[in-house]
């Protein structure tokens, strides 16, 4: 049963302290998105990747975040330093073909920073 | 920005009742998607939808593109269908609608 997975699932951490949450996305599927739900903000894309290679990262503060993919099973996302502000649950999703095919989403990462 | 609102923002059902949720946005699109949010936080793509319509089992959404709203149809709901219903729609950028929450009773 293949399926995107997250980790870690939960974090606490302290303001100032960096964050790293990782995605490994469904064998064989070459898009990875990266959104984050916040109760005020609703859901929002901060990123998304092809093949590796960033696409679209319009959506994540530029300052602070950072997304990579170092290889085709894991997509990385970091906070440098992390604010409350940044509290919320990050969900990855995968696509096997094209962006307009179904994206397959991980069971997220709940942040909380204190 | 392009503005994206949904209707109703709650819904209430007997189970094995239809339902149509509506997204409207304030301008042309690239493309439209529904998502669905069960109970437990986990998300599930529905459509790629920016225009016509698609069918998935007891789930169909319609998208008119010219009028700049979207449908999605759900028929004889079931409890499983409970959760918040998302659209998002594409254009340099990728907006969501706030949800609609819907809850199913047996």
């Known amino acids: 049963d293949a399926r995107v997975t997250q980790t870690p699932r939960h974090k606490v951490t302290e303001m100032g302290q960096e964050v790293t949450m990782r995605c490994q996305p469904i064998l064989g599927h070459n898009t990875v998105f990266w959104y984050r739900q916040t109760m005020m903000q609703g859901l929002e894309l901060l990123a998304y990747?092809?093949?590796?290679?960033?696409?679209?990262d319009s959506g994540m503060p530029k300052d602070r975040f950072s997304a990579e993919m170092p290889d085709a099973t894991l997509a990385t996302l970091k906070i440098q330093p992390s604010e409350p502000r940044d509290s919320a649950v990050y969900f990855c999703?995968?696509?096997?073909?094209?962006?307009?095919?179904?994206?397959?989403f991980g069971p997220g990462t709940r942040l909380t920073v204190l | 920005g392009i503005q994206v609102e949904q209707s109703p923002p709650d819904l209430i059902l007997q189970e094995g009742a239809n339902s149509t949720l509506r997204c409207n946005f304030s301008d042309s699109v690239n493309n439209l998607q529904w998502f669905h949010q069960n109970p437990w936080g986990q998300l599930i793509n529905l459509f790629y939808?920016?225009?016509g319509t698609k069918q998935n089992g007891r789930l169909s959404a319609t998208t008119v593109a010219t009028e700049r709203y979207s449908l999605l149809y759900i028929s004889s709901s079931q409890t499983t269908d409970s959760g918040v219903y998302f659209c998002?729609?594409?254009?340099?950028?990728?907006?969501f609608g706030a949800g609609t929450r819907l809850t199913v009773k047996p």
């Open positions: 990747f092809r093949n590796r290679a960033p696409l679209d």
């Open positions: 998002a729609v594409n254009i340099n950028d990728m907006r």
């Open positions: 939808i920016p225009s």
């Open positions: 999703a995968s696509v096997r073909g094209a962006i307009t095919d179904t994206q397959y």
